[in-house]
């Protein structure tokens, strides 16, 4: 079992910008690859970014250029660095981890997920 804890959403202003934070806990060796996802009211839940424990990335398109995931080993924690906010990246972003491919993340909603942190960007 692994258990994530997601923090650091908010309201701000369009252009604005917000850093989240996923801690992990519990059997955190079978896990290679760690995500960001966001689910938009009536909207299904889309991947935002993927870092494999190697270091290497991958982006949605709407947020390539403004957004940053990186992850701290050592620390367990995941961020996002989310910079130039839009109101349409007003969401709930969930932490995922799992042990898979980078082009699982973007096909399948697997493994464990914290519990959601609310963005809210206002134009």
Known sequence: QVQLVGSGGGLVQA???L?????AS???FRINIMAWYRQA???QRELVAAI????TVNYADSVKGRFTISRDNAKKTMFLQMNSLKPEDTAVYYCNA??????SVSRYLTGSWGQGTRV???S
């Open 15 to 17: 252009g604005g910008s």
């Open 19 to 23: 850093r989240l934070s996923c801690a």
């Open 26 to 28: 519990g059997s955190i």
């Open 41 to 43: 009211p009536g909207k």
């Open 52 to 55: 494999t424990s190697g270091g």
């Open 98 to 103: 799992r042990s898979g491919t980078l082009e």
């Open 120 to 122: 809210t960007v206002s």
